[in-house]
């Protein structure tokens, strides 16, 4: 499951880019409000089955609905939509006809029409891409096994080029895996640190009600549906201000207050978090600034970089990502004592470090026409 999510994000986003006008990359950003609704849809499954049949039977019946609903969407994204392969890859492969049929493909599907034919393409094509062109095509298989073979860093060392361009490559990665560390950090120490009453003893948003008395898992559920529903218009409020004129928000400046303000209700959380409700409230506000992070952090990576190395550039983002965040979980499962707030703290500086790599980033694609 982590292959193939991991696998299939970077792509999805890339590809996702390079088929919007400039005008409307913002809903690329936009994209990413099916994670809390994806997040919502397990919340309120989980409250369902976990709650409703004995524990050994309730996990397997939750499981296996999700699988079950990952399957049907499956077959619904390759059996009833068709996805073209992106122009700007064909071309810098020398493949001018296939990139002509799919912008023709595109035309139809929106019912427009279009100019572009092949011979325009050839006229202003140099020899290079000529001979890329004509070169014999080889099938699936063998397109892996020609990749395999010629591995190495050669799509990397583009993206160091320039000092500009490698600054801003080492920075975005850099963000990619304080976050990537960070987020799970709390996420997944969030039930240990809820079950002890937090680092002095207090109750629990998740596992307390107000009475002091131990929660049902029913109330446990509903709360993580309800911090669920709070990601919504956190992801649609971002696709908003990477738009915006002001010299504060943007691509840039949206995540860096994103991080920024994830980074201080981290603190405000342990610091303040001490009735049930300023839990739920703080976990709630920290839901709606980690999907703005997100939600723009995904659209701002594939954005810096040009197509030839855009692919390269992601995948090694998110492959940082979810590297980095592996270790999240065995920090917080060996948190030393009950209820320490360390990885709470330490999720807290990782984000508040990635606040500083992001001020740092040279580049803002608003409105800037991409490569």
Known sequence: MG????GNLPVDGALFLEFLPDASSSLLTLLSVWWPVGQLVSSVFAWYFITKWPVDEGWRLFVASIGLLTFVMF???????????SPKYLLSQGRQAEAVAVVHGIAYRNGKKTWLTEEILD???DAEDMERATAARLSATGVLKQNLASFSLSHIQPLFRTRKLGLTTALIWFCWAAIGMGYPLFNAFLPQYLSHGGGGGEVSAATTRGDGA?????ETYRNYA????AGVPGALLAAYLVDHKSPFLGRRGTLAI????????????VALGT???AQLLFTAVEAFCQNIMYGVLYAFTPEIFPAPVRGAATGVASFLNRATGLL????AANAPGDGSTAPIYLSAALILAAFVGVVLIPIETRGRQRL
Request: proline share 7%; charged share 5%.
């Open 123 to 125: 006229a202003v094509v």
């Open 3 to 6: 292959t193939g999510v991991g």
């Open 75 to 85: 077959l619904i994204r390759f059996g009833l939509f068709h996805l073209f392969e």
């Open 328 to 331: 999240a979980p065995i920090l």
């Open 214 to 218: 131990s929660a049902t898992p029913a």
């Open 275 to 277: 009735t049930p409700a």
């Open 226 to 229: 309800l911090i669920s529903v």
């Open 258 to 269: 994103s991080t920024l303000v994830s980074a201080v209700f981290l603190y405000l959380f």
